[in-house]
């Protein structure tokens, strides 16, 4: 028999669902509204007699007061409501936030599964358990589902928004075509457990609002939140051809009196028309609500078994935790609507992602454990397939978990060690706090030999938080010959530490991060709260961290000056015709050296001059062969590498604003040599990025 609930949030969602006052109550009863009251807040509780007088007014039997194990029969019926067009006639064709990310299984992997780190309950040492279902219906199991999701209800509405010219309207148009052909219908449903869920009011602050009703809310549960934009929930949406997302969450906290089975769900389309009213766009699937000031507004509703059922909302236990069913889910980035192409996505999306998050020790447990299972109409199709970081990155796994235990060296003599040293960083005062350098953190750099199988190498991983993996990126003028390795900089509370600078530092790295979490650079956010320098901190806390990596990797470099005669002719600094014409505004090249290596590749470090300016440059770093005869042939590359002072960005070098030199690594793909590499020279040229002007 379940337990009954307390009186006052029992009476209270009653008086709510009735659309009946605590005045009125009070009135009715022959009392006063200052009685009823504090049966709500819980300070009194009514007598049996009044009980049965409560029973009367809301029209049930004496046994649903005395036990409140359920509601009040009182007809709800669950309805999708509309927002009304905005009365200045403003209009919005979509959800802006929705494009700040491709609909990409692999970007929402990221986000959707930092969200559920970021609300992993802390009061246990158990990690959050996030679970990927990908379930394909087909048929009769396509219909019934349609049917309880009120299909009919929407129809209206998606094809007014898919008449748009707009490119929303465009994908609608298709995907309702889709349906009316009867083709399969994808979901994707997002369970965590042991997080803490959907709390708060139906519109006030809490987590309920900033998900279901707010966009660009940033609201977390602690200060080791990894995200501060509150874009990553926009993934769900823009993961759905249909804009269409229904959650049921079971909370950490009682609302109205309930944990479970708080169900809601919300559809975003663009400006519409239907049958001569016009809606602003989003929508939301709940029960009618009767509070003042919201009267008709679908709000979430408390859902029984069979509706969560017949919604593919139903979750494994009371766990507190957020189950996300993403309705007509696809993978833009892919021209295939294969399913096992889309497990393996997530699957290496969660392990290149958060492997340091399910990394744990003997003594620091792991953060997350996640698996992703495959279905179609209710059969399994792909087991359940818990992913092992170790398997995807066993040399950075080993370098993390040697942490957590307390095992790295100083430095590295023989296989699979781990070394690891702290790197200074500087976080500079507040805007207008005074004067002062401002406070050191000590960041943690950890560096092992890498793994045979690993198919990156010699690259350096930055995270901070909850261990969320912020920069990625090859360390800087790593000497060529250098035996491959993994190293991994631990920031913040990423270290594991506690102290004041551990909490500076978190907030000045997360201040230095644009929307997509995936370098420090200088913000919006960094330049309004920190004082003068603070880049210049970044750039030095950059620096420190290569010099470390070069230290710890124990190789000394060793350039063309003392190399063969014959690769002293082969390789010079050339100056074309065009490049002199231009060196007085553009970046030129300072300094060339080089090795060609066992494979016949040229592996080059290069450094440039930079004009000051205060726009960044992207340049494409181009390799030719000076042959005797006909134009010069370009060369692809088969790797390049950041040096000072910049980064690669899919092939191009971005310089760092104000930078006055630069510096990048690369090995020549020998695939596209035309002739031995030692039968021509090698020029190097720098070309504005296509498409730059």
């Known amino acids: 028999m379940d337990e009954g609930e307390d009186f006052g949030p029992w009476l209270g969602r009653q008086l709510r669902r009735m659309g009946m006052s605590q005045a009125e109550l009070a009135n009715n009863l022959g009392m006063t509204r200052a009685a009823v009251s504090a049966w709500i807040t819980g300070r009194a509780e009514p007598r049996e007699e009044t009980k049965r007088a409560i029973a009367e007014v809301l029209g049930t039997d004496a046994a649903s007061v005395y036990n409140r194990t359920v509601d009040v029969v009182v007809e709800k019926p669950i309805a999708w409501y509309h927002r009304p067009a905005h009365a200045d006639g403003g209009r919005e064709f979509g959800n802006a936030a929705a494009f700040a990310f491709d609909a990409d299984m692999r970007v929402l992997a990221r986000e959707a599964t930092q969200n559920s780190l970021d609300e992993r309950q802390r009061d246990n040492s158990r990690p959050v358990r996030v679970r990927y279902t990908l379930h394909r219906l087909t048929g009769e199991h396509r219909e019934n589902f ?56 139906e519109y006030g602050d809490g987590r309920f609002a900033a998900v279901v009703r707010r966009q660009l809310d940033s609201l977390k549960s602690s200060e080791r939140a990894g995200g501060s934009y509150g874009l990553g929930k926009a993934t769900l949406w823009a993961t759905s051809k249909l804009g269409l997302v229904l959650m049921n969450s079971t909370l950490s906290e009682p609302f109205e009196g309930r944990t479970e089975r708080r169900v809601v769900g919300r559809l975003d389309l663009p400006w519409r028309e239907v049958d001569g009213t016009a809606f602003a766009g989003p929508a939301w699937l709940g029960e009618p609500d009767t509070e003042p000031g919201y009267e008709g507004v679908s709000r979430s509703w408390w859902a029984d078994e069979e509706t969560v059922r017949d919604l593919h909302l139903d979750r494994a236990n009371a766990e507190p935790g957020t189950s996300f069913l993403i309705v007509g889910a696809h993978d833009a980035s892919s021209d295939t609507d294969s399913l096992s192409d889309m497990h393996s996505q997530l699957v290496s999306a969660l392990a290149d ?23 179609e109409n209710g059969t399994v199709l792909i087991p359940e397939e818990t992913v092992d970081p170790s398997t995807y990155h066993p040399a950075l796994t080993r370098a993390l978990r040697a942490y957590l235990d307390g095992e790295t060296v100083a430095e590295l003599t023989s296989g699979e060690q781990v070394a690891s040293t702290d790197v200074p960083l500087l976080v500079p005062p507040l805007l207008g706090a005074g004067g002062g350098k401002g406070t050191e953190h000590r960041a943690v750099l950890l560096v092992t030999p890498a793994a045979g199988g690993d198919q990156q190498h010699s690259r350096l991983v930055c995270m901070r938080g909850s261990r969320m993996s912020i920069v990625k990126d090859r360390p800087r003028d790593i000497p060529l010959g250098t035996e491959p390795f993994q190293a991994v900089l631990l920031a913040g509370f990423a270290t594991t530490r506690d102290g004041t600078d551990v909490a500076l530092a978190e907030d000045f790295l997360r201040a230095a991060e644009p929307p997509e979490h995936d370098r420090w650079v200088r913000t919006e956010e960094l330049a309004t709260t920190y004082a003068r320098g603070a880049l210049s901190r970044l750039n030095e806390f950059r620096s420190e961290m290569d010099a470390a990596v070069r230290r710890l990797v124990g190789r000394r470099e060793t350039g063309t000056g003392s190399g063969p005669a014959v690769l002293k002719e082969l390789l010079r600094l050339d100056t074309p015709a065009t490049a002199a014409r231009r060196s007085e505004g553009h970046p030129t090249i300072r300094n060339l050296d080089g090795t060609l290596d066992a494979d016949g590749a040229w592996r080059v470090r290069v450094e440039i001059k930079v004009p000051p300016r205060e726009d960044p440059w992207l340049l494409t770093p181009v390799a030719k062969f000076d042959v005797r005869s006909g134009g010069r042939p370009t060369l ?32 020549t793909e020998v695939g596209s040599h035309p002739v031995a590499a030692t039968l021509a020279r090698l020029v190097i040229d720098l070309q504005k990025a296509r498409g730059v002007s």
């Open 146 to 201: 349609l049917a309880a999701l009120r299909w009919g209800d929407l129809q209206s509405h998606y094809r007014e928004a898919a008449s748009s010219k707009q490119k929303v309207g465009k994908a609608l148009a298709e995907t309702l075509r889709e349906i009316d052909e009867n083709k399969p219908l994808l979901l994707l449903r997002v369970d965590d457990y042991n997080a803490t869920g959907l709390t708060g009011p």
């Open 353 to 375: 992602n958060f492997w340091a998050a399910m990394t744990g020790g003997q003594s620091a447990s792991a953060l997350l454990e996640a698996s992703v299972t495959t279905l």
């Open 636 to 667: 692809g590359w088969a790797e390049l590498g950041a040096g000072e002072n910049c980064r690669i960005e899919n092939g191009n070098l971005a310089i760092e604003p104000g930078a006055r030199s630069a510096s990048f690594t690369g090995v």
